[in-house]
């Protein structure tokens, strides 16, 4: 079916970039992008119209680190120390899926919170039950989500009741995989917790899975100074963290890795050479005074980099909150510089928010002839001087001012979703 | 007339602390605090009640700096350098504030979007009209606001479609003064806009004028190294910043200052010798890409600190986000620092973004009997498992997710004002 979106679109095309049309038209057919038009071409006149008026049309976003079980506790705890937040609120959070009934009303809610703020993509972290991480694939894929979800594999070094034995995590890893098929757009991935948390046996047996099946794996890395030196001291043959992943298959090309802080220029080099895709999240890294990810350094060397809100260490679901956050945290680092390093942009921002994370789902930037359309549409008619700005300008106030409740309508794999 | 406020009552009576009554009431005398009760005394049950049942009734909040005609740039022009910004959007922008016509439209919806927020005490930043400095104070006044504004004083190094002569300056800052005197809780302060735009001539006046009228003093200070730079070549008589408000009579007890990112021991000992306040804008030091300012260093050494949302550097008007803000920004100072220096947990800088500035205005801490009564109600039952949360666990989060959806109620100087 024939569908034209009007509004004003704007988009990145490539980081850095903004391509805007005052004014133009989104063809579709069936979901899938066939053109982008400043006229509405004589043929598509008798398509079925959603006409955004003069509000702004631009891509959706892409939040490739979240943990999903940690919702319930989002904005709280936030004075902890990291180890006092694991052990209060983080682990006892996530334990609670263990029962399917809380599962589905939380992961129900939280995944409409999560079309409300315009995301339409996720590369999540779900907790170690595979019950619950096949709710949240169905909440998410019966909403219209796309991405990947990842049951936690974590057979050591956890509390008591939120933990498994090696024996359990494969069979239920299994089980888990079985379970997943019945999921067209929502697919698993590999979830190692993070090196800590996973026996040699289980990393192994993981990344034996990952190569027979072809399957993403997502981790966390470098993180902070505390985490790096606990790692080492696990794997003492390791001379850096990015090591322990691939000694077991498990560091390959697609590979999310969540913070990549202190990855110095070596373990930079080996994302770089392998493909593996850096998860920034400015807003967790800030609350838990992780310290501040290279981010521009990363993406000068060819490092792949996309934004993840990464709550409950993040407080921020909304990937507009998390774009900005992203912004100021690149400000940090320019001071911390001594001014020599470049800010992110508004528009650069907004690329690692959005297209980077289309990338990494096989999605050209932007919005792409042959591609289901992934898009939000935002109302800023009701701030100020609207009438008198560029397009350029409404986009940048947008982007710092737009709350859930100025997204009009969000697009998520062709359909209309909000 | 009596009038009994019921909820779940929070205020921080000092730095650090918070105090919480569950299910409490606070009593009021004609706007006037009578008393806190967690049981209603008998003689009190026949009184109006205003009952918030579960809800959150805690201090509104005090934004100490803010420039009001920049309202209508707030997000805008962020990733320019400062000069650039100064001159593309700032100064433009308060120009046009020659029209009173623009600024009754204007300042009318800025103040409703103060109190949507939950602001109900100012110090502010007008342009250098007079009679839109008047409109301003006059929206303020009726909506039950209370502070102070100033008219700027800008006489040299300011573009020429923005600038007044000294005798300008002179007349219609008397003429302003004579106009305010109609106001009874928006009161005057002077403004001098920084010392790079005000000649000796004006600096000098203006300081027998705050003298001679017992009037308070607002200005910036120590910002960014080019300001300081550019200060020390104007008076290079002066060691220090501070020493080019004091030569003239503009350092004194009450003196606010914003910023004060750069202040070293001896400005930061010259605050806190002659009562001078620093107000703190995390949000606009991080976008304006300033520094980091050393407040928790300021607050050991007894120099009073409040909060400003300093719009349009800050991109935040609520002062919810800029208490956030304060605290992420005291967590890059813990990171910057290698992790000896303390952040500022959620209710020390809820204490800085209300109480510390309701002290500013000569009042005490807290809900105290024989004040009037600034407060929000925060209604944060739509969260996920608000019953279940203890109420300090709901405060802390509250701080983080409620917009100003969530503020159900304000009274600003023992009025109801949303």
Redesign the interface.
Known sequence: MLRVLKGNILFAPAFGSLEVIDHGCIVLQDGKITGLFKELPERFQSAESDDFGDALIVPSFCDMHLHAPQ??M??????LPLLDWLNTYTFKTESRFADPEYARK?YH?FVQKLIDGGTTRVCMFSSLHTDATGILMEELEQAGLCGYVGKVSMDRNSPDYYSETTEESKRETLRWLKESERFQNIRPILTPRFTPSCSDDLMAWLGDLAKERNLPVQSHLSENRGEIAWVKELHPDCERYWETYHKYGLWKNGTLMAHCVYSDETERKAMRDYGVTAVHCA?SN??I????APVRQMLSEGVPVVLGSDIAGG?QLNMLDVI?MT??MS??K???SG?TTD?L??AEAFYLGTSAGAEYFGDRPGFVPGQSLHAVVLDDSAF??TKN?TLK?RF??????C?P?QIKAVYGNGKRIK
């Open positions: 919702y319930p989002l904005g709280m705890g936030m004075d939380i809610e807003d800030i609350n005074a992780s310290g501040l407080a900005q912004i100021r400000k940090i320019r001071i911390e001014w800010f942009t508004v100020t001087e700005l300008e940048e106030r947008a982007v710092y001012l709350k409740q």
